[in-house]
């Protein structure tokens, strides 16, 4: 129904809201502008110079751009009130109860996205800020701590099963970064010092999408939607969307992979 837009292709159960109030929004926006450029058109030939060598003093009499200025206020209130601020709610009230989620933790830094999952015991371990190492542990995680032993931490790449809800919990190691994927209309400011959950339901697999656009090498892309320094351009992750049973894979191999690298499990 919103092709028209040119959006990306939507691939969450929220997206099609979203793109509802942009059309109705744009829509809306071509009324006044074709009504106030035809009027302004009106004016300029209606009141010419040649027809009115003296100016009027008086001005417009009738009511009509009174009513025409209430009933402007009527429908931006309509789009504000009845769409724009139930779906922002839905958005940051509505949050699933944890249980029901995949619960993952972003963290922006200058230029990189680090992923944090809690592995099978559900439970984010530790982090010391001692512990942190730019390149062997960029999130301080804590291996001593049980719960930490099966954090499983990627960088630049996350991975979620499908039609799951998906809680990001969005924290930033220094400047402000944007978490934006187009195709999850999901977009929300990495702010130092503070955690942001954001809350989607991918319903699309990246294999599913590599089919509807035709294009064998299609990825769900981590832009960072705020300029956050020089690397910025650089600063792109990727989303890679699962099965339920492929993401479980996924998971259990890099669970296995991390009791290869230490010997806290032995
Ligand atoms: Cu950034």
């Known amino acids: 129904m919103t092709d028209w837009l040119g959006l990306p ?4 159960a929220h997206g099609g809201q979203i793109d509802g109030i942009l059309g109705w929004t744009h829509v809306f926006m071509l009324v006044l502008f074709l009504g106030w450029g035809g009027f302004f058109a009106y004016t300029l030939v209606r009141f010419r110079r040649s027809r009115h060598p003296v ?3 008086t001005g ?3 009511p009509a751009s009174k009513y025409s200025e209430v009933g ?3 429908i931006e209130g309509i789009l504000l009130f009845g769409f724009a601020i139930p779906i922002w709610a ?4 509505r949050m699933p109860p944890d249980r029901e989620a995949l619960l993952v933790q972003v963290t922006g830094e200058q230029f990189a996205w680090n992923v944090r999952y809690a592995g099978p015991d559900g439970v984010f371990g530790r982090t010391d800020i001692k512990l942190l190492d730019a390149q062997s542990n960029p999130l301080g995680v804590d291996r001593s ?3 930490a032993k099966d954090d499983v931490t990627t960088l630049n790449q996350l991975y979620l099963p499908v039609n799951k809800p998906i809680i990001v919990r969005l924290k930033s190691k220094d ?3 944007s978490f934006g994927v187009p195709e999850f209309r999901v977009k929300q400011d990495a702010i130092p010092g503070l955690t942001i959950p954001i809350w989607f339901v991918p319903t699309v697999t990246t294999a599913e999408m590599r089919i509807r656009t035709g294009n064998p090498e ?6 960072c939607a705020q300029l956050c320094g020089l690397g910025h351009y650089r600063m792109r992750g990727f989303v890679t969307v699962q099965t339920a049973e492929e993401f479980q894979k996924w998971m259990a191999e890099e669970v296995e992979k991390l009791k290869g690298e230490s010997d806290i499990f032995r």
Do not use: C, G
């Open 9 to 12: 292709a939507l691939a969450s």
């Open 55 to 57: 100016a009027n003093y």
């Open 60 to 62: 417009v009499t009738s």
């Open 72 to 74: 402007v206020a009527v």
């Open 90 to 93: 839905a958005r940051v009230d």
């Open 145 to 147: 701590d049980p719960a």
């Open 175 to 177: 400047v402000i970064h």
């Open 218 to 223: 299609f990825e769900y892309e981590i832009a």
